[in-house]
């Protein structure tokens, strides 16, 4: 099943910018780079979805280089509410979401 | 539109039991995924309905099953309860088609005693 690589966890301060970069070397031609995020006993939340370039919604932005072997998300001005743990996926067709980790963000006031 | 709802919120059985979680689907959305998470294991997926038939299962015992309805709404039966049974039991939605976004309820706390 496809697997991606993320650091287990991350702190910022408050007002920083955060970059959360996803490894995903066996990445195939039909996948897309998924990203959610999920606070304690919740469902995760779906932030952002990209195939390759950029990709920029209200929340964040990702970066994807051509050769689509890593990602990067982006989260502008963090604040204590956005202290979770980041899901980076690779989901392709009608395939399960393979998740793993994540990346524990804490954001210091 | 209203997002993906989950019944109950929590649920406290008893080892030997068995308990049947509901989930709503976005409306629209004909793909209901299941998935267990426990902090051992982390997100697991349990199986998925489309159009009322089983697409895709994981690797998860037969004492847990579901259903999907003609209306999309989903069922998830498990039963002779375990205490490693105890987790939050994620539904998920989509419309199904290729690379389609998932998005997921508020989940049904279990907790087996």
């Known amino acids: 099943l496809a697997k991606t690589t993320q650091p287990i966890s991350m702190d910022s301060y408050e007002g920083q910018e955060v970059n959360i970069t996803c490894s995903h070397n066996?990445?195939?031609?039909?996948?897309?780079i998924t990203w959610y995020q999920q606070f304690p006993s919740q469902g995760p939340r779906f932030i952002i979805q990209g195939y390759k370039t950029k990709v920029t919604n209200e929340v964040a932005s990702l970066f994807i280089p051509a050769d689509r072997k890593s990602s990067t998300l982006s989260l502008p001005r963090v604040s204590l509410s956005d202290t979770a743990v980041y899901y980076c996926l690779m989901n392709s067709g009608n395939t399960p979401l393979v998740f793993g980790k994540g990346t524990r963000l804490s954001v210091i006031a | 539109k209203a997002g993906v709802t989950q019944t109950p919120r929590y649920l406290i059985k008893t080892r030997g039991q068995q308990v049947t979680l509901s989930c709503s689907p976005i409306?629209?959305?004909?793909?209901v995924s299941w998935y267990q998470q426990t902090p051992g294991q982390g997100l697991q997926f349990l199986f998925e309905?489309?159009?009322?038939?089983?697409?895709n299962k994981g690797n998860f015992p037969g004492r847990f099953s579901g259903r999907q309805f003609s209306n999309s709404r989903s069922e998830m039966n498990v039963s002779t309860l375990e205490l490693g049974d105890s987790a939050l039991y994620l539904c998920a939605s989509s419309s199904g088609t290729t690379s389609d976004t998932q998005y997921f309820g508020p989940g049904t706390r279990l907790t087996v005693l």
């Open positions: 409306s629209g959305h004909r793909s």
């Open positions: 309905y489309f159009s009322e038939t089983q697409r």
């Open positions: 066996n990445i195939a031609t039909n996948d897309y």
